[in-house]
């Protein structure tokens, strides 16, 4: 049987992204009777420092490589342009091996994955990753006032519908997305051919067993570390989470915040509109993806916000799934994926309702009282978040569009 798969993704293997949520996932299936050649789009700056340590693992499993390089500044007519690059390689690949599933890492994936499927019978894995049009609106980053950003919108709201349609499976990263999905196409067969698969994390290497001490300067073993990891600014509240850790330190005086992070230029200029007192408890670092559980293991708890918005109920955020198989309890805000669901009772941690001093102050006190009860939140990364798991689920995906 021909089980030749081509993987697209505008996302890069050398991202902390694809490193998160590509790469395990991919070189679990290959494992199995797969052979998988990936497409991406690759930031010059990054790939430099890892293109021949990439091109080594994925040789150890016989999963081919082929990849633009991306202008992460470009426009989004520019981007266009990718689109057109990435779907020329994909008709030659194609040419030479017949692929017989593309699985397809969102939207603009998804425009080629659909046409694939269209002229050379593929069968189509529409692997959402949240509602993308609705992102870029509940983001700023298009605006509804913009005639171009309303065309944009418009259009892949479109196609979403048509990637839906047509895809012989969807993975949706929440339960709260794909109710969403059913009420909104009640006729279609979304719910019979969608499976939710959140962000999912490696629980052999986010262990806190197998990490060893690291020593980070501006942190001493007296100090209370909250950690944040990850980018800086569009979804994420930063100096509401500074303002927040403030109004803790009446609570904990020896209460610190370590952000790791590559957006170091955002950082600072938060920063820089910061009090005194507040760039006191803030200890900045940046790490590469392999070093992310021994800070997390340096921590107390994680904590991070994420700006409310409709589109947000299909996210899964890859921290989440880290700190707590790192046993760490998560201050977040409600409205996210599904969240209300991992947070009932206080199980993953304490959910903020409002970005108010008064409402920081009582999660304070709330999360002073989790601390004393001991819980493991390592459980909830295993039984809902473990990468195993997710590998199992995709790869029965892969057997299941085949043999249909």
Same mark, same amino acid.
């Given at each position: $049987? &021909? &089980? ?40 010059? &700056? ?59 890492? +969102? ?6 994955? $659909? ?66 999905? +059913? ?25 806190? /067993? ?10 001493? +073993? ?163 978040? &473990? ?16 043999? /249909?």
């Amino acid at each position: $049987m &021909n &089980n030749n798969t081509l993987y697209i993704t505008f996302d890069g293997l050398s991202d902390p992204l694809g490193q998160s949520q590509i790469l395990p996932y991919l070189t679990g299936i290959a494992q199995n009777e797969f052979k998988i050649t990936i497409l991406s789009c690759e930031k010059s &700056n990054r790939l430099k420092n890892q293109k021949e340590n990439l091109e080594n693992l994925l040789k150890s499993y016989h999963i081919d490589w082929k990849y633009i390089i991306y202008d992460e500044e470009a426009g989004f007519l520019s981007r266009l342009g990718y689109i057109r690059k990435i779907a020329s390689i994909a008709r030659l690949e194609n040419s030479l091996k017949k692929f017989q599933i593309v699985h397809c890492r +969102s939207y603009l994936s998804a425009l080629i994955g $659909m046409e694939m499927k269209q002229k050379h019978n593929c069968r189509f894995i529409f692997d959402m990753r949240g509602f993308w049009a609705d992102e870029r609106l509940d983001g700023g980053i298009w605006s509804k006032k913009n005639l171009h950003h309303l065309i944009f919108y418009t259009y892949f709201k479109r196609k979403e519908k048509q990637f839906l349609r047509s895809a012989d499976a969807v993975v949706s990263l929440t339960q709260n997305a794909l109710t969403y999905l +059913s009420n909104s196409h009640p006729r279609s067969n979304i719910i019979e051919k969608t499976t939710v698969i959140p962000c999912c994390v490696n629980t052999k290497v986010f262990d806190p /067993a197998n990490v060893d001490f690291l020593h980070i300067n501006g942190v001493s +073993s007296a100090d209370h570390v909250l950690i944040y990891t990850g980018s800086i600014g569009t979804w994420y509240y930063t100096q509401e989470m500074i303002d927040c850790i403030s109004v803790w330190k009446t609570l904990i005086p020896n209460i610190k915040l370590l952000i790791v992070t590559h957006d170091t230029d955002k950082l600072n200029a938060i920063l820089e509109r910061c009090t005194e007192e507040q760039r006191k408890i803030i200890v900045p670092a940046s790490a590469s993806f392999n070093k992310i559980p021994s800070y997390l293991n340096i921590a107390k708890a994680a904590i991070f916000f994420i700006k409310p918005a409709f589109s947000k109920i299909a996210s899964s955020p890859t921290k989440m799934a880290e700190c707590w198989a790192m046993n760490l309890p998560i201050i977040t805000n409600a409205g996210i994926g599904d969240n209300d669901l991992y947070f009932r009772g206080n199980a993953g941690g304490l959910l903020i309702h409002d970005f108010t001093n008064d409402q920081y102050l009582q999660a304070g006190q709330t999360y002073l009282e989790l601390l004393e009860r001991k819980q493991n939140y390592r459980l909830i990364a295993k039984q809902h978040f &473990n990468l195993e798991k997710a590998i199992i689920q995709y790869t029965c995906i892969y057997r299941a569009v085949t043999e /249909a």
